[in-house]
């Protein structure tokens, strides 16, 4: 019997982003070369000399293309990790609770709240039998 985790779904949608933001990133640094590539002119005059010039407009788009693909792919990063710490987070507070406060626990199952109420019981019947 094979149960999916009802969380996974919900772990794979906070990770999306980050994912996306990494491959974004990764494609912007993968991008420098060609545009450096389709920026440079190389002209020849006899096969003997050959001049390299710089299409400055083009450079320029190219240049702005990576900036916002950074610029993009950061953002994506950023949200992914406010997602994870969010549901982080989510889950710390129901488990403390569970734990805590019994709130959602399995019948039977103690919790720290009620030990210490145990407790306390325990040394005030204590007390009071030996107060006599």
Known sequence: DVALDPDLLARLSAALPGIAGAG??????????????????????FAIFAVSTVSWPLFAVGAVGVV?????SRSLIDRSIDNWRSSLR????????????????????????EVIQGFA???????????K
């Open 24 to 45: 974004l990133a990764t494609a912007s640094v993968l991008a420098i070369p060609t545009i450096t590539s389709f920026a440079t002119v190389t002209t020849s005059t």
């Open 68 to 72: 916002t693909a950074a610029f993009v």
């Open 90 to 113: 989510d889950r710390a507070h129901s488990r403390a609770a569970s734990k805590v406060f019994g709130l959602g626990a399995k019948p039977g199952q103690a919790s720290i709240l």
């Open 121 to 131: 019981v325990k040394t005030a019947a204590h007390n009071l039998g030996t107060a």
